[in-house]
């Protein structure tokens, strides 16, 4: 029952999700294709998990289209459901139940046999590295060993689609590797997923494409090496002055500046030849008399393109002041 | 796909049941319960004894015989709808409140091929369950004190199941509403409480005002605390079978209810 790599396992034309008057997900379009992994980035109340729980039926569609396999999920709900599994961004494991326990009973509600949900769910141990805890109860596991469990109950129906509504939130980041990794393999074997989180590394890691979501709108849409270099180039320089960097140290650069913002009294310069720039700015900066007290290049990231088109971090807020974009 | 309109009786007309996919619900209830089963039955079993201690063999001291039979006789068979009906409406009001809310234990079932309907399904089965469970214990107890006069208590289960499912269906109907686990107080001070005060189960209901005598027919209680004193004692009526008939007109009329309602809570 797989799907071929490259169909269309989910597609989204003008969905908007209203909750009363407020408008949680406003019009947005995607596609997600089978075998990728396709992601969801933005930030807090960008409306991301209201586009996961249209997914799977358990929030109706206010209008628009959503398409699920090619079938309307609230007309083939049942059908749909058994072919998705779902990692939702709150806990709901069975905490009295042991590890084991929790992977039947969800075999159950997919009416797999007795045996043949044995046997899935002593493979999906071991692929989640929790063998050594089929019989603890959940209660007692760490935070990260719960998500593993989560994501591996998921799999007990071996899904065609996987919907991982922030997977890694509230893990420490050794955790959140391990995470990583799990995800990563389930990825190699073909598993189409849809993944939705405000970590720009998380979804550098693991999508091959995605859309930038920001207060229930697709900004963006792209693979994450597209979008950075789309938007903000290859590499982010930054400069810190003790008097505030002017837009003007800028002037005649031309095509090396991409875009830049202004960050407190920190000046980030996205451009594609860090190295050249950081020398013509020294030498322009020599020759304005201006004092460059702290100068860094790094590669551009996901978090530089929605800052570049937000004005905000993922993290939510306006870290980001008096933004003078100058593309 | 079973689908509701294949069930008898259009018990279900207009919901989206899959019964087998119910059943899994009903499981993981019991499966959670079978690793507390003994300390709980246990406690089950030590509170009727002193049930009936107290209010029969102490206070049955000063009451007069009614109807013509020892106070105790007269107590025990509707102490066990009672004690039924209130490890319903514990089970289904505070757990299920639990598993709704805290647990979101419904969120991860529908994220499978089960609908929220076999979830409320589910839930009720187990509430019925577990109230037949604990009136067939008190039973037992009854039995032991020498209080059964009849083969015919062998039935007792079927009134206990009748009964059970209503108050699963009123606690849910409350629980699907309640903002938070203090709104069961007054659940059970306004609706549970007085039912177990005036639906016969302490004295008839001809001792009441003529006012309100007509007041407990309405209960569910009422009615299974009339069949199953009949059949513990013997006195078997054919209007036992209004009385039964009552509580699955009852049901009928009211299981799409909490359907319904926790459909409008949960889903938005
Ligand atoms: N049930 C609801 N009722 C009202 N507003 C909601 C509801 N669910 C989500 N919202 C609002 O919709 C917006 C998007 O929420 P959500 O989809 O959870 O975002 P994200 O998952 O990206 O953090 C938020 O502003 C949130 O407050
Ligand atoms: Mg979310």
Redesign the pocket.
């Given at each position: 029952m797989t799907c071929k790599t490259g169909d269309t396992v989910v597609l989204a034309r003008g969905l908007i999700?209203r909750?009363?008057d407020?408008e949680?997900?406003r019009g947005i379009n995607f596609e997600v294709r089978g075998g990728e992994c396709f992601g969801?980035l933005?930030?807090?109340?960008?409306?991301?998990?209201?586009?996961?729980?249209m997914i799977y039926g358990f929030?109706p569609v206010t209008s628009g289209r959503l398409e699920v396999f090619g079938e309307d999920i609230g007309v083939k709900a049942r059908s749909v459901k058994a072919r998705i599994g779902v990692v939702s961004?709150e806990d709901n494991l069975d905490p009295e139940l042991s590890v084991m326990e929790n992977l039947l009973v969800y075999a159950g509600y997919f009416r797999i046999n007795r045996d043949l949900a044995g046997e899935r769910s002593r493979e999906i141990l071991e692929f989640m590295d929790l063998a050594d805890k089929a019989g603890h109860v959940v209660e007692s596991l760490s935070g990260g060993q719960k998500r593993r469990l989560t994501i591996g109950r998921a799999l007990i129906n071996r899904p065609d689609l996987m919907l991982l509504?922030?997977p890694t939130t509230g893990l420490d980041p050794y955790a959140r590797h391990l995470v990583w990794q799990r995800l990563r393999k389930l990825k190699e074997s073909g598993t189409t997923m849809i993944l939705?989180t405000?970590y720009l590394e998380e979804a550098s890691q693991l999508c091959d494409r995605l859309v930038i979501?920001n207060?229930?709108e697709v900004l963006e849409e792209g693979s994450p090496e597209e979008l950075i270099s789309r938007h903000v180039g290859r590499e982010a320089l930054e400069l810190g002055s003790g008097a505030g960097l002017d837009q003007y140290l800028l002037e005649g650069m031309g095509e090396l500046v991409k875009a830049s913002r202004v960050l407190g009294e920190d000046l980030v310069i996205f451009t594609e030849r860090g190295r050249e720039l950081d020398r013509r700015i020294s030498e322009r900066a020599a020759e304005l008399g201006i004092e460059i007290r702290r100068r860094g290049i790094r590669p551009a990231n996901l978090e530089d393109v929605f800052l570049k088109l937000t004005g905000e971090t993922l993290k939510g807020g306006r870290e980001f002041t008096g933004g003078g974009s100058c593309d | 796909m079973i689908r509701g309109r294949q069930l008898p009786g259009g018990l279900t007309a207009g919901t989206d049941l899959c019964l087998p996919l119910a059943l899994k619900v009903f499981y993981r209830n019991l499966l959670v319960f079978k690793k507390t089963w003994k300390a709980n039955i246990m406690f089950n079993f030590v509170e009727p004894v002193l049930y009936l201690w107290a209010m029969g063999f102490g206070l049955g001291v000063y009451v007069s015989r009614i109807n013509g039979l020892p106070y105790i006789d007269f107590l025990a068979p509707a102490l066990i709808a009672s004690s039924s009906m209130f490890s319903t409406t514990y089970e289904m009001t505070y757990d299920s409140f639990t598993r709704m809310a805290y647990k979101k234990t419904f969120h991860g079932m529908v994220a499978t091929p089960v609908s929220l309907d076999d979830v409320v399904a589910g839930e009720l089965l187990y509430g019925t369950f577990k109230g037949v469970l604990y009136g067939t214990v008190f039973l037992a107890v009854v039995a032991m004190f020498g209080l059964v006069k009849s083969p015919w208590a062998l039935l007792v289960p079927l009134p206990l199941a009748l009964m059970a499912m209503a108050f699963s269906i009123l606690s849910m109907i409350w629980t699907s509403i309640a903002p938070n686990y203090d709104s069961f107080g007054y659940f059970f001070t306004l609706i549970i409480t007085p039912m177990f005060l005036f639906s016969g189960v302490f004295f008839p209901v001809e001792n009441l005002p003529p006012g309100v005598r007509l007041i407990p027919w309405f209960t569910p209680l009422y009615h299974a605390v009339e069949v199953i004193r009949s059949l513990v004692l013997g006195q078997v009526t054919r209007s036992l079978l209004a009385d039964l008939a009552w509580l699955a007109i009852f049901i009928l009329l009211t299981v799409r209810i909490p359907m319904v309602t926790v459909r409008k809570r949960l889903v938005?």
């Open positions: 999700k909750f009363g407020f949680a997900v969801l933005g930030p807090n109340g960008a409306g991301k998990t209201s586009v996961v729980r929030s961004q509504d922030e939705t405000h979501m207060r229930g | 938005q």
